[in-house]
T-cell receptor, first 114, second 114 residues
Framework: NAGVMQNPRHLVRRRGQEARLRCSPM?????VYWYRQLPEEGLKFMVYLQKENIIDESGMPKERFSAEFPKEGPSILRIQQVVRGDSAAYFCASSRRDSTDTQYFGPGTRLTVL | AQKITQTQPGMFVQEKEAVTLDCTYD???????LFWYKQPSSGEMIFLIYQGSYDEQNATEGRYSLNFQKARKSTNLVISASQLGDSAMYFC???????????FGTGTRLQVFP
């Protein structure tokens, strides 16, 4: 399967713990985007990365959230000291910035904070 | 101001009938892309169809087509010959040329009944 891979699919954390969400883009894609979906809402942009660079983090909360896309390995979205309000589905998308720049999404990680 | 508006929270359609899902958008850019995604109950986001702002013809992709009316800033999704498997949430999204992120509407829940 050459699609966008995300793991884990489901993640349960207690308040105060750390959550690490991983995303491997589609083959040939070097642009990664993270979105968050709260229940019964559309997706909200968080951050856009290329290899080793954060290009746009205008949608990221200022505290506790960070993202990286290292030269080797998957992109990581890290949430420190999780709170109940962080419970959501987190989607990763990738694109290759061609003429349509279509973003293809992974299956998402559903984070539940107890 | 909301940039993507989907005014139909829910729609019903009988199997084999056609259905139109509405989407209007707001932008001052001349160059932008419009996207539709399907989110079934399993949760993944599936890309359906794309329309560029300079495309003169309405996009089509199998049973999916767009009724793109640029002057009205609307891009309605038409699903022909509905199938039970079309039951899902449908999200309209836009990306402006000089931006990286997709902006999503709140979605329309489509239910196809036999």
């Amino acid at each position: 399967n050459a699609g966008v891979m995300q793991n884990p699919r489901h993640l349960v954390r207690r308040r105060g713990q750390e959550a690490r969400l991983r995303c491997s883009p589609m083959k040939g894609h070097s642009h990664v985007y993270w979105y968050r979906q709260l229940p019964e809402e559309g997706l909200k942009f968080m951050v856009y990365l290329q290899k080793e660079n954060i290009i746009d983090e205008s949608g990221m909360p200022k505290e506790r959230f960070s993202a990286e896309f290292p030269k080797e390995g998957p992109s990581i979205l890290r949430i420190q000291q999780v709170v109940r309000g962080d419970s959501a589905a987190y989607f990763c998308a990738s694109s290759r910035r061609d003429s349509t720049d279509t973003q293809y999404f992974g299956p998402g990680t559903r984070l539940t904070v107890l | 101001a909301q940039k993507i508006t989907q005014t139909q929270p829910g729609m019903f359609v009988q199997e084999k009938e056609a259905v139109t899902l509405d989407c209007t958008y707001d932008t001052s850019d001349q160059s932008y892309g419009l996207f539709w995604y399907k989110q079934p109950s399993s949760g993944e986001m599936i890309f359906l169809i794309y329309q560029g702002s300079y495309d003169e013809q309405n996009a089509t992709e199998g049973r999916y087509s767009l009724n793109f009316q640029k002057a009205r800033k609307s891009t309605n999704l038409v699903i022909s010959a509905s199938q039970l498997g079309d039951s899902a949430m449908y999200f309209c999204a836009m990306r402006e040329l000089n931006d990286d992120k997709l902006i999503f509407g709140t979605g329309t829940r489509l239910q196809v009944f036999p």
